[in-house]
């Protein structure tokens, strides 16, 4: 099974930056390819939103209202996803959720293909 673990939410003021990773892991065998990582956002009693997200070719998409402040990158060697959220703004407050999409897992000489989610971190700014 995999498993994405997230780090480095937490409160921060406006303006203030803050840097979020997630890795996955499989439990019982290797990773062989992600086709694709990203971030998405939930506020409360919105619905939730694509903050960035990058192909394994390193092609990236953003919402709008994170371009020039957010930027998504990748170290395919630690399966890993970061992004760096500069100027935050208390409107990107919300719980944060990575996503692997296209997951291909090696198990008992099987592949398996499927897409996951972590837990979500939450994000605060205020003063």
């Known amino acids: 099974q995999v498993q994405l673990v997230e780090s480095g939410g937490g409160l921060v003021q406006p303006g203030g930056s803050l840097r979020l990773s997630c890795t996955a892991s499989?439990?019982?065998?290797?990773?062989?390819?992600?086709?694709?990582m990203g971030w998405y956002r939930q506020a409360p009693g919105k619905q939730r939103e694509l903050v960035a997200g990058i192909r394994s070719g390193s092609s990236t998409t953003y919402a709008d209202s994170v371009k020039g402040r957010f930027t998504i990158s990748r170290d395919n060697a630690k399966n890993t996803v970061y992004v760096q959220m500069n100027s935050l703004k208390p409107e990107d407050t919300a719980v944060y959720y990575c996503?692997?999409?296209?997951?291909?897992?090696?198990?008992?000489?099987?592949?398996?293909?499927?897409?996951?989610w972590g837990q979500g971190t939450q994000v605060t700014v205020s003063s």
């Open positions: 996503n692997a999409e296209g997951v291909t897992s090696l198990r008992l000489s099987n592949f398996y293909t499927n897409d996951y």
């Open positions: 499989e439990t019982s065998g290797i990773i062989s390819n992600i086709r694709a």
